[in-house]
């Protein structure tokens, strides 16, 4: 497969492990209704903020939308990594210049692209997908980036927006589209989305009850043959005749008589056949539906022309084009941005985004990491109160002032009402979520100690994800995490069992053991440390036992086997 390199690449491909895994701070103050109603804004450099996030919510969300910066040349972005090496040190956390005067600037693009999606794939569910909105400066860096990250068989499509904005320039040709460039986790795993494109009219056979196809098709691939139908045949219409002498296809041996929406006499049928072997299975059986090579339950019967059509039950109408048209524009939204109080240059269509989450489920969690304006929550709302949806939404935002004063406000807003310029009363979407900024001190600092304020939630999110690579999911409130390929997980930390004693049920003790959730198998116990011997252990089917060594009421990962220091087996991203 072919794959893109650029400078400074090599000091990139594994930043993202070298991010800290720092705590989320909520602040209430800025929180709006319900802070455990499953909604997230945080404040904060994206790339930390998911590095954040990733103990919980990796492998749980169902749709990533976002939109980067574009690169145009034009334009100051301030995403600064902070990586070290020489030949982008003189690159990275510079303001990006106009092609003319700086090269240099599409490398500097990639370096703050790569370890971003590198995490975003991480977050994603196994039939999860994610948007990535662009325009020409970089959409074929894009895809060959996406195609090394996600994997060219994960390519979904690549959206042409237009954009039905103002084109009145001086241009030779007149730019009115960007992209959207879809992947998914797995394009096996992605389902059929159950969304007809909204330009379609209301009176298309998309929304029929049933698809009908002909399965008369002439030509090399489908050389002439008979096919034997019994009386009884379905047919389309009540009463009627068919005579065998016609000059169109198919060919009759004689003539056939339909009555009661069935053949009362057996005919030989001649034709080329697109569906041969389906419809001789399905008289076989007695005229019983039969699966297609889809899966699709499938019915043949007869026109009142003679031509024979397969008939299957439409489940849900799907209708998904890659032009994308009839979806305002960025000028329109900023307008309306203006009207609720805020000025914001460029923000995507709220219906845009609504409608690419819709491709992906009625469910789920919708992470944004460029949060901008807050249009992808306005979205999650706005669809959610449009089909009954139970979407989330966590977004991202860097600079403090827009995250505070657009994207919160925004979207608390849109959700509880809000009174426009003209005096117009908006109605609520509902909902509510809960801010929260980036702790300034790491989970581990330099030494791998814990810092000294951690809850016992905050550290199970860590070590589940460390086993699992999954994002936890539990509650916190037991000293059992879950089970991992069939070897349990268990914390024992700030005083889960309720003390117990020593030193509140944070060694583990053959007392501390006999009082643990049990479980049929291998079991990794995290601990401050232990006083049961090897032996005891091995009885106990404790396996690569971790230990939490209590220092000045700290906590280091150990490895009390062999009494080495291993903190290398626990995987950084």
């Known amino acids: 497969m072919p794959t893109l390199d650029w400078i400074g690449k090599d000091a990139v491909i594994r930043h993202h492990k070298e991010v800290p895994f720092r705590l989320l701070e909520p602040d209430p103050e800025r929180s709006h209704g319900d802070p455990d109603e499953g909604n997230l804004i945080v404040q904060g450099d994206n790339l930390h903020a998911l590095k954040a996030l990733l103990p919980k919510y990796a492998g749980r969300v169902k749709c990533i939308y976002i939109d980067p910066p574009y690169n145009t040349g034009k334009e100051g972005w301030i995403y600064n990594d902070n990586v070290n090496a020489p030949e982008i040190l003189k690159w990275l956390g510079q303001t990006v210049g106009k092609e003319a005067e700086d090269l240099s600037r599409h490398d500097k693009w990639l370096c703050m692209m790569y370890p971003r999606l590198v995490l975003l794939k991480q977050?994603?569910?196994?039939?999860?997908?994610?948007?990535?909105?662009?325009?020409?400066?970089?959409?074929?860096?894009?895809?060959?980036?996406?195609?090394?990250?996600?994997?060219?068989?994960?390519?979904?499509?690549?959206?042409?927006?237009?954009?039905?904005?103002?084109?009145?320039?001086?241009?030779?040709?007149?730019?009115?589209?960007?992209?959207?460039?879809?992947?998914?986790?797995?394009?096996?795993?992605?389902?059929?989305?159950?969304?007809v494109d909204p330009s379609i009219q209301d009176h298309s056979k998309l929304f029929?009850?049933?698809?009908?196809?002909?399965?008369?098709?002439?030509?090399?691939?489908?050389?002439?043959?008979?096919?034997?139908?019994?009386?009884?045949?379905?047919?389309?219409?009540?009463?009627?005749?068919?005579?065998?002498?016609?000059?169109?296809?198919?060919?009759?041996?004689?003539?056939?008589?339909?009555r009661d929406f069935k053949t009362i006499n057996p005919v030989s049928v001649s034709s080329g056949w697109s569906s041969k072997r389906q419809i001789e299975e399905f008289i076989a059986r007695g005229m019983v539906a039969v699966p297609d090579s889809k899966g699709q339950m499938t019915t043949f019967e007869m026109t009142k022309t003679g031509a024979i059509e397969s008939v299957k039950k439409r489940e849900t109408p799907s209708h998904v084009i890659s032009t994308l048209s009839g979806f305002s524009s960025t000028q329109n939204m900023a307008r309306r941005l203006e009207a609720m109080g805020f000025k914001f240059d460029y923000p995507k269509p709220v219906e845009l985004v609504a409608y690419l989450i819709s491709l992906v489920s009625e469910g789920g969690i919708?992470?944004?990491?460029?949060?901008?304006?807050?249009?992808?929550?306005?979205?999650?709302?706005?669809?959610?109160?449009e089909d009954g949806g139970t979407r989330k939404f966590i977004l991202v935002e860097m600079e403090p002032n827009i995250a505070e004063d657009i994207t919160a406000e925004r979207?608390?807003?849109?959700?509880?009402?809000?009174?426009?310029?003209?005096?117009?009363?908006?109605?609520?979407?509902?909902?509510?979520?809960?801010?929260?900024?980036?702790?300034?001190?790491?989970?581990?600092?330099?030494?791998?100690?814990?810092?000294?304020?951690?809850?016992?939630?905050?550290?199970?999110?860590?070590?589940?994800?460390?086993?699992?690579?999954?994002?936890?999911?539990?509650?916190?409130?037991?000293?059992?995490?879950?089970?991992?390929?069939?070897?349990?997980?268990?914390?024992?930390?700030?005083?889960?069992?309720?003390?117990?004693?020593?030193?509140?049920?944070?060694?583990?003790?053959?007392?501390?053991?006999?009082?643990?959730?049990?479980?049929d198998g291998p079991k990794i116990i995290y601990a401050a440390a232990t006083k049961l011997g090897a032996a005891a252990l091995q009885r106990a089917n404790v396996v690569s036992p971790k230990m939490c060594s209590a220092r000045r009421r700290r906590a280091s990962i150990w490895n009390a086997r062999d009494g080495i220091r291993n903190r290398r087996r626990l995987p950084t991203s």
């Open 123 to 195: 977050f994603l569910s196994e039939d999860g997908a994610i948007f990535v909105s662009i325009d020409d400066n970089e959409v074929s860096a894009l895809r060959m980036l996406m195609d090394e990250i996600f994997r060219v068989k994960n390519h979904l499509a690549t959206f042409t927006w237009r954009t039905d904005g103002n084109f009145d320039n001086q241009a030779k040709i007149k730019v009115s589209h960007e992209y959207i460039v879809a992947y998914a986790r797995d394009a096996d795993a992605f389902v059929h989305p159950a969304v």
């Open 208 to 258: 029929r009850p049933e698809i009908r196809n002909t399965i008369v098709k002439n030509g090399p691939k489908n050389p002439v043959s008979a096919i034997d139908l019994p009386s009884g045949f379905p047919c389309a219409v009540e009463e009627g005749a068919i005579e065998e002498a016609s000059n169109d296809w198919p060919k009759f041996s004689n003539a056939v008589t339909i």
């Open 366 to 385: 919708i992470l944004d990491s460029f949060a901008g304006s807050g249009t992808t929550g306005h979205a999650v709302l706005k669809q959610n109160a």
């Open 411 to 519: 979207v608390k807003r849109v959700s509880q009402g809000y009174t426009d310029a003209k005096g117009n009363q908006v109605e609520g979407l509902g909902g509510g979520f809960q801010f929260c900024r980036l702790s300034d001190e790491p989970l581990f600092n330099e030494f791998g100690d814990i810092r000294d304020d951690v809850t016992f939630a905050q550290l199970a999110d860590f070590l589940w994800f460390s086993e699992a690579g999954t994002g936890y999911t539990g509650k916190g409130d037991s000293p059992l995490l879950g089970v991992h390929e069939g070897r349990a997980v268990y914390l024992l930390f700030n005083g889960i069992l309720g003390d117990r004693r020593p030193q509140g049920g944070n060694i583990l003790t053959n007392a501390i053991l006999e009082a643990l959730p049990p479980h």
